[in-house]
């Protein structure tokens, strides 16, 4: 059967210069040097940080108000939403008498995607995500952060409800204590 197609031109073989390599070293040697008079992309990582967009979404953290209370009602609606239930709450009464908070407030921060939900749907405005991305531990206990460290991390937030200051008018400033104080195990889960 005869053979169709067009014959492939081989290459010239090198001459004498082609065969020291020469060409090509100076080649690699004159885009190195190029290269070092461009500006540098690369950043000296960790001293050197990106800045983040205002809606970066970084670890959630729980905020306190302006007058250093914690926000968090344990309503559960972010642990209910979670969707790889990284979250989990367990509930106390406040010496408000109209409402709780939590007794124990964790984020397994191994599963949290960091997708916004529990920040979406709090209607406390107690949750929210920082631009915080490194996460580092030693072993997976230190990943699961409890409800003071959460705290420490999200700071204090300007709060926008005013829950409390309804609830002074109503019941007198003795009432609104800083820290909920637990009156007694409520409802876990
Ligand atoms: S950001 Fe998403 S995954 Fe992380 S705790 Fe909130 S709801 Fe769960
Ligand atoms: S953080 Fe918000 S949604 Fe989650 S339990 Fe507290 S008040 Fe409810």
Known sequence: MPVSG???ARPARPGLLELTYLPSILK?????????????VTM???EQRWSLPDNYRGLPALVRDEEERVKCVACFLCEYVCPPKAIHIEAQE???GVEKGPRVFEINMLRCIMCGYCEEVCPEQAIFLTK???TVGVNRAEMIFPKEKLLEMGGIRPD???KWQRLTSKQGPSETAHEPVCAGR????
Do not use: D, N, S
């Open 186 to 189: 409520g409802t876990a889960r």
């Open 160 to 162: 926008p409800i005013k």
């Open 132 to 134: 915080e991305y490194t």
């Open 28 to 40: 690699g040697m004159w885009i190195t040097l190029r290269h070092m008079f461009r500006p540098k």
């Open 94 to 96: 406040i010496q408000t």
């Open 44 to 46: 000296q990582y960790p």
């Open 6 to 8: 067009k014959p492939v």
